[in-house]
């Protein structure tokens, strides 16, 4: 059974670029994350999905920063005017319930900005 | 104050020798945790979970969770090269809380 998947694993962007990030969860499973992971850092949450609804985005650091997911299964990350300090490791997680702390994490895209 | 600390290391330790890697955490409401393992260049994988007082042993790792310190930690008995990674502690809150707050993580190298 496939992963999570990402792509692209590697962007290079250059400041003021718009970026897009995807994200293809394990199949059927509920709940997905968008967490940011700076070097040296743990991950930082950015947003949560419960099939297609946004149920939490607290995390996101500005307004350039919108997440999707239409159909419940895909999501999209996307990063508008790239900023320097936007370079980071985006990793998606999906969870086939809500209530579970067992998330399974993509590789994760690695954006960096110029 | 992160809600979730960790020691950053390097945690140096001999093959065979036991590792402990601790965590605390600041928001007393939280309710389970867990450990996630990440090799370098790698995605978090998740290795133990922990929802109440006491130990909680699986093969080679124990869990160990102190609500009343707000305390938790890893141990991994019998270190190999190959347990060499970096190790994450994560919290979850109560109520609808769903995301967890990670720690920054401890590395730890196993010397052959």
């Known amino acids: 059974g496939a992963g999570v998947s990402q792509s692209p694993r590697y962007k290079v962007a250059k400041r003021g670029q718009d970026v897009a990030l995807r994200c293809d969860p394990i199949s059927g499973h509920v709940s997905l994350f968008w967490y940011q992971q700076a070097l040296g850092q743990g991950p930082e949450f950015l947003t949560y999905?419960?099939?297609?609804?946004?149920?939490?985005k607290s995390g996101l650091p500005s307004d350039r920063f919108f997440a999707e997911r239409p159909e419940g299964s895909v999501s999209t990350l996307k990063i508008q005017r790239t900023q320097q300090e936007d370079s980071a490791v985006y990793l998606c997680?999906?969870?086939?319930?809500?209530?579970?702390?067992?998330?399974?994490f993509g590789e994760g895209s690695r954006l960096t900005v110029l | 104050q992160k809600e979730v600390e960790q020691n950053s290391g390097p945690l140096s330790v001999p093959e065979g020798a036991i590792a402990s890697l601790n965590c605390t955490y600041s928001?007393?409401?939280?309710?389970?945790f867990f450990w996630y393992r990440q090799y370098s260049g790698k995605s978090p994988e998740l290795i133990m979970s922990i929802y109440s007082n006491g130990d909680k042993e699986d093969g080679r790792f124990t869990a160990q969770l102190n609500k009343a310190s707000q305390y938790v930690s890893l141990l991994i008995r019998d270190s190999q090269p190959s347990d060499s990674a970096t190790y994450l502690c994560a919290g979850r809150g109560p109520g609808s809380a769903r995301q967890l707050t990670f720690g920054s993580g401890t590395q730890l190298t196993v010397l052959p």
């Open positions: 999905f419960q099939n297609e609804a946004q149920l939490d």
């Open positions: 997680a999906s969870s086939p319930q809500t209530s579970t702390g067992e998330l399974f």
């Open positions: 928001d007393r409401g939280s309710q389970s």
